[in-house]
Protein backbone atom coordinates (compact mmCIF):
# COMPACT_ATOMS: atom_id res chain seq x y z
CA UNK A 1 0.00 0.00 0.00
CA UNK A 2 1.19 3.65 -1.01
CA UNK A 3 0.97 6.49 0.96
CA UNK A 4 0.39 10.16 0.46
CA UNK A 5 0.87 12.27 3.39
CA UNK A 6 0.49 16.01 4.20
CA UNK A 7 0.82 18.09 7.13
CA UNK A 8 -1.76 20.65 8.28
CA UNK A 9 -2.00 22.01 11.74
CA UNK A 10 1.33 20.14 13.31
CA UNK A 11 -0.44 17.08 12.39
CA UNK A 12 0.41 13.89 10.30
CA UNK A 13 -2.43 13.13 7.94
CA UNK A 14 -1.76 9.73 6.37
CA UNK A 15 -4.32 9.19 3.25
CA UNK A 16 -4.77 6.39 1.06
CA UNK A 17 -3.40 7.85 -2.43
CA UNK A 18 -5.97 5.66 -4.01
CA UNK A 19 -8.70 7.55 -2.91
CA UNK A 20 -7.35 10.99 -2.97
CA UNK A 21 -10.19 12.26 -0.36
CA UNK A 22 -7.68 15.59 0.23
CA UNK A 23 -6.72 16.48 -3.42
CA UNK A 24 -8.88 15.59 -6.24
CA UNK A 25 -6.29 16.71 -8.81
CA UNK A 26 -5.99 13.23 -9.89
CA UNK A 27 -9.87 13.20 -10.63
CA UNK A 28 -9.68 16.40 -13.18
CA UNK A 29 -6.93 14.88 -14.98
CA UNK A 30 -8.97 11.92 -15.78
CA UNK A 31 -11.69 13.53 -16.69
CA UNK A 32 -9.87 16.24 -18.83
CA UNK A 33 -8.42 13.03 -20.75
CA UNK A 34 -11.83 11.34 -20.88
CA UNK A 35 -13.69 14.39 -22.44
CA UNK A 36 -10.74 15.34 -24.85
CA UNK A 37 -10.91 12.09 -26.36
CA UNK A 38 -14.76 12.19 -26.36
CA UNK A 39 -14.65 15.24 -28.20
CA UNK A 40 -11.64 14.61 -30.74
CA UNK A 41 -14.00 11.09 -31.63
CA UNK A 42 -17.17 13.15 -32.20
CA UNK A 43 -15.49 16.03 -34.41
CA UNK A 44 -13.47 12.97 -36.36
CA UNK A 45 -16.70 11.56 -37.08
CA UNK A 46 -15.60 8.48 -34.67
CA UNK A 47 -18.84 8.50 -32.47
CA UNK A 48 -19.94 5.27 -33.35
CA UNK A 49 -16.33 3.84 -32.51
CA UNK A 50 -16.47 5.36 -28.98
CA UNK A 51 -20.20 3.96 -28.35
CA UNK A 52 -18.67 0.32 -29.51
CA UNK A 53 -15.15 0.71 -27.71
CA UNK A 54 -17.01 1.60 -24.32
CA UNK A 55 -19.35 -1.33 -24.80
CA UNK A 56 -16.37 -3.51 -25.01
CA UNK A 57 -13.97 -2.21 -22.72
CA UNK A 58 -17.37 -2.34 -20.24
CA UNK A 59 -17.78 -5.96 -20.84
CA UNK A 60 -14.20 -6.92 -20.90
CA UNK A 61 -13.72 -5.54 -17.70
CA UNK A 62 -16.42 -7.59 -16.41
CA UNK A 63 -14.58 -10.28 -17.86
CA UNK A 64 -11.61 -10.35 -16.75
CA UNK A 65 -13.20 -9.42 -12.89
CA UNK A 66 -14.48 -12.55 -13.05
CA UNK A 67 -11.66 -14.16 -14.06
CA UNK A 68 -9.47 -12.84 -11.02
CA UNK A 69 -11.95 -13.60 -8.11
CA UNK A 70 -10.97 -16.71 -7.73
CA UNK A 71 -7.38 -17.08 -8.14
CA UNK A 72 -7.19 -13.76 -5.90
CA UNK A 73 -9.37 -15.61 -3.34
CA UNK A 74 -6.66 -18.57 -4.26
CA UNK A 75 -3.42 -16.61 -2.91
CA UNK A 76 -5.04 -14.32 0.22
CA UNK A 77 -5.95 -17.17 1.53
CA UNK A 78 -2.33 -18.82 0.60
CA UNK A 79 -1.07 -15.23 2.50
CA UNK A 80 -3.20 -15.75 5.17
CA UNK A 81 -1.64 -18.93 5.76
CA UNK A 82 1.65 -17.61 6.07
CA UNK A 83 0.46 -15.00 8.35
CA UNK A 84 -0.77 -17.53 11.41
CA UNK A 85 1.63 -19.82 10.56
CA UNK A 86 4.40 -17.03 11.83
CA UNK A 87 6.28 -17.14 8.20
CA UNK A 88 5.77 -12.94 8.45
CA UNK A 89 7.16 -12.81 12.22
CA UNK A 90 9.62 -14.85 10.74
CA UNK A 91 10.73 -12.97 7.77
CA UNK A 92 10.07 -9.90 10.06
CA UNK A 93 12.84 -10.54 12.60
CA UNK A 94 15.15 -11.13 9.46
CA UNK A 95 14.46 -7.18 8.34
CA UNK A 96 14.98 -6.23 11.81
CA UNK A 97 18.68 -5.91 12.03
CA UNK A 98 18.55 -4.17 8.16
CA UNK A 99 15.87 -1.76 9.49
CA UNK A 100 17.90 -0.11 12.46
CA UNK A 101 20.49 0.24 10.50
CA UNK A 102 18.53 2.42 7.66
CA UNK A 103 16.43 4.48 9.92
CA UNK A 104 18.48 6.57 11.71
CA UNK A 105 15.68 7.71 14.69
CA UNK A 106 12.95 5.20 14.28
CA UNK A 107 15.71 2.47 14.00
CA UNK A 108 16.31 3.44 18.19
CA UNK A 109 12.72 3.08 18.89
CA UNK A 110 11.15 -0.35 19.76
CA UNK A 111 7.46 1.74 18.72
CA UNK A 112 8.60 3.10 15.73
CA UNK A 113 10.52 0.28 14.22
CA UNK A 114 8.19 -2.56 14.83
CA UNK A 115 5.41 -0.33 13.42
CA UNK A 116 8.00 -0.68 10.14
CA UNK A 117 8.73 -3.93 10.09
CA UNK A 118 5.41 -5.14 10.10
CA UNK A 119 4.13 -2.61 7.48
CA UNK A 120 7.12 -3.77 5.07
CA UNK A 121 6.76 -7.34 5.87
CA UNK A 122 2.88 -7.41 5.40
CA UNK A 123 3.52 -5.59 1.88
CA UNK A 124 6.23 -8.23 0.84
CA UNK A 125 3.73 -11.02 1.22
CA UNK A 126 1.48 -9.23 -0.60
CA UNK A 127 -0.99 -8.64 2.53
CA UNK A 128 -1.85 -5.19 1.59
CA UNK A 129 -4.75 -4.83 4.01
CA UNK A 130 -2.63 -5.91 7.08
CA UNK A 131 0.08 -3.82 6.11
CA UNK A 132 -2.43 -0.55 5.94
CA UNK A 133 -2.83 -0.15 9.60
CA UNK A 134 0.70 -0.83 10.20
CA UNK A 135 1.43 1.59 7.76
CA UNK A 136 -0.34 4.35 9.73
CA UNK A 137 1.03 3.16 13.07
CA UNK A 138 4.44 3.66 12.02
CA UNK A 139 3.70 6.98 11.18
CA UNK A 140 2.11 8.46 14.12
CA UNK A 141 5.30 6.78 16.01
CA UNK A 142 7.86 8.76 13.79
CA UNK A 143 5.16 11.84 13.86
CA UNK A 144 6.22 10.91 17.82
CA UNK A 145 9.84 11.26 17.41
CA UNK A 146 9.64 14.15 14.98
CA UNK A 147 11.21 17.57 16.10
CA UNK A 148 9.59 19.73 13.71
CA UNK A 149 6.20 18.84 13.95
CA UNK A 150 5.12 20.51 10.30
CA UNK A 151 8.02 18.89 8.28
CA UNK A 152 8.17 15.49 7.57
CA UNK A 153 11.14 14.08 8.49
CA UNK A 154 14.31 11.74 6.60
CA UNK A 155 12.67 8.72 8.37
CA UNK A 156 9.08 8.85 7.26
CA UNK A 157 10.35 10.04 3.83
CA UNK A 158 12.73 6.94 3.18
CA UNK A 159 9.59 5.03 5.04
CA UNK A 160 7.32 6.39 1.83
CA UNK A 161 9.75 5.81 -0.62
CA UNK A 162 9.95 1.85 0.60
CA UNK A 163 6.02 1.10 0.26
CA UNK A 164 6.18 2.65 -3.30
CA UNK A 165 8.95 0.24 -3.94
CA UNK A 166 8.49 -2.40 -1.44
CA UNK A 167 9.96 -5.56 -2.74
CA UNK A 168 7.24 -8.36 -3.42
CA UNK A 169 8.30 -11.60 -3.08
CA UNK A 170 4.97 -13.21 -4.63
CA UNK A 171 2.91 -10.59 -6.88
CA UNK A 172 -0.38 -12.17 -6.35
CA UNK A 173 -2.41 -9.31 -8.52
CA UNK A 174 0.08 -9.56 -11.77
CA UNK A 175 -0.04 -13.24 -11.75
CA UNK A 176 -4.29 -13.15 -11.42
CA UNK A 177 -4.31 -10.71 -14.03
CA UNK A 178 -1.84 -12.69 -16.19
CA UNK A 179 -4.07 -16.23 -15.56
CA UNK A 180 -7.00 -14.55 -16.02
CA UNK A 181 -5.83 -12.85 -19.41
CA UNK A 182 -5.09 -16.69 -20.48
CA UNK A 183 -1.22 -16.84 -19.90
CA UNK A 184 0.60 -20.44 -20.26
CA UNK A 185 2.73 -19.61 -17.75
CA UNK A 186 1.29 -16.56 -15.34
CA UNK A 187 4.12 -17.79 -13.06
CA UNK A 188 7.12 -16.47 -14.77
CA UNK A 189 6.88 -13.39 -13.69
CA UNK A 190 8.16 -14.13 -10.01
CA UNK A 191 11.77 -13.86 -10.41
CA UNK A 192 11.62 -11.15 -12.61
CA UNK A 193 8.98 -9.17 -10.16
CA UNK A 194 11.54 -10.36 -7.02
CA UNK A 195 14.59 -8.50 -8.94
CA UNK A 196 12.77 -5.54 -10.36
CA UNK A 197 11.27 -5.17 -6.76
CA UNK A 198 14.84 -5.04 -5.16
CA UNK A 199 16.38 -3.13 -7.30
CA UNK A 200 13.85 -0.36 -7.05
CA UNK A 201 13.85 -0.75 -3.44
CA UNK A 202 17.68 -0.30 -3.37
CA UNK A 203 17.93 2.13 -5.54
CA UNK A 204 15.05 4.45 -3.54
CA UNK A 205 16.65 3.76 -0.50
CA UNK A 206 20.21 5.02 -1.82
CA UNK A 207 18.53 7.72 -3.26
CA UNK A 208 17.05 8.88 -0.18
CA UNK A 209 20.71 8.91 1.89
CA UNK A 210 22.10 10.91 -0.21
CA UNK A 211 19.32 13.52 -0.76
CA UNK A 212 18.79 13.58 3.62
CA UNK A 213 22.66 15.73 3.16
CA UNK A 214 21.13 18.17 1.13
CA UNK A 215 17.78 18.83 2.29
Not at 9 to 23: A, M, P, S, T
Not at 38 to 48: A, D, N, P, S, Y
Request: hydrophobic share 55%; proline share 2%.
Amino acid sequence: MIWFVTIEKNHINVIGIKFFRRFKLINYIWFLILICGILTGLFTGKGELISQSIIKAANDSVELIIGMVGLLCLWCGVMKIAEKSGLTLKLARLMEPILKRIYKEAGKDKRSLGAIVMNLTANMMGLSNAATPFGIKAMEEMQRLNQKKDTASDDMALFLVMNAACMQLLPATVISLRAAAGSKNPGVIILPAIMATAIACIVGIICCKILEKFF
